[in-house]
């Protein structure tokens, strides 16, 4: 028989280990250089890399020289197939990327949805060029590693907010298929999403009623939803231009248009445009992608 004191040390032991089990946080999620050094086409930053300070509690990241990539592989079964997967493009006027309301946020709402997510640290301030081409890398990084990742690498789009909606679009709406010359193998994969989400995105319009210009409907644009408010006065008429385009060129797309949401809202909607996180899935799986 084992004795009392011996059968309370043993008890004490498990119950901690089951405790640790229960608190313990998960491992951080992996994150990647986009560029070899010494290889990354065009600028960066002239300033080191800085937070914007706010007082609403999420982080802004600006100066970005380094690109990066952060993983967020989608929970996974033995012998799962391989998850589709989104490159997440967070906006800041493309003066800075708010990391974690339009970033790791909607990782983690990603991955409960069963996708894996990659959330995009691209080049800012003012560098669109080289936000262009860090997205384009990161789709081609992300079928390069797809195995690694759980990614299927013909389910992979792209989701952006705000200046992140302009670029998925971009990225989404060229007719050449990279805006840099190849570095490596990495640059033999395909640079071009498989579908595109924009929410409230910005400068999809010239200010006279037509497309931006760096928008090409002559492209192989994949199947796009537009998410957008009417009360965002700043954006929403670029949304409702480059819908009647993609309409006009018999793009598939869908243009959900809720009443109220403003504009900046992520996750945390409280108005009508709170609806777009399940109107989105159901597009996704309506399209075959989830």
Not at 156 to 162: T, W, Y
Not at 178 to 185: F, Q, T
Not at 208 to 235: C, R, W
Request: glycine share 8%.
């Amino acid at each position: 028989m084992i004795p009392r004191f011996l059968v309370t040390v043993i008890v004490s032991f498990i119950l901690v280990g089951m405790t640790f089990a229960q608190t313990a946080t998960p491992p951080p999620a992996p994150t990647v250089e986009l560029w070899p050094e010494g290889k990354m086409p065009g600028q960066g930053a002239k300033e080191p890399e800085a937070e914007v300070p706010r007082n609403d509690g999420f982080h802004r990241i600006t100066n970005v020289s380094r690109p990066t990539l952060t993983v967020f592989p989608a929970p996974r079964k033995p012998d799962a197939a391989a998850a589709p997967a989104m490159i997440v493009c967070p906006g800041g006027g493309y003066g800075y990327t708010v990391i974690d309301k339009e970033g790791t946020e909607i990782a983690a709402w990603l991955n409960s949805a069963g996708f894996s997510a990659l959330v995009l640290k691209y080049r800012t301030p003012n560098n669109r060029a080289g936000a262009l081409q860090d997205a384009q890398r990161a789709l081609s990084l992300a079928r390069e590693r797809g195995a690694e990742w759980n990614i299927d690498p013909h389910r992979l789009g792209i989701i952006g907010f705000s200046a992140g909606g302009n670029l998925a679009a971009k990225t989404s709406a060229l007719l050449d298929e990279r805006s840099y010359p190849a570095i490596d193998a990495i640059d033999r994969q395909s640079c071009r999403p498989d579908f595109a989400v924009l929410v409230y995105p910005a400068y999809l319009d010239d200010k006279a009623g037509h497309v931006a210009p760096d928008l090409n409907l002559q492209a192989p644009i994949p199947p796009t939803l537009i998410v957008h408010s009417e009360d965002d006065k700043t954006h929403v008429v670029g949304s409702k231009v480059y819908d009647a385009a993609l309409t006009a060129a018999k793009v598939p797309h869908e243009f959900k248009l809720y009443p109220t949401g403003g504009h900046g809202y992520g996750l945390h909607c409280e108005k009508d445009a709170r609806a777009w996180p399940d109107d989105a899935l159901n597009w996704l799986r309506k399209i075959g992608f989830q």
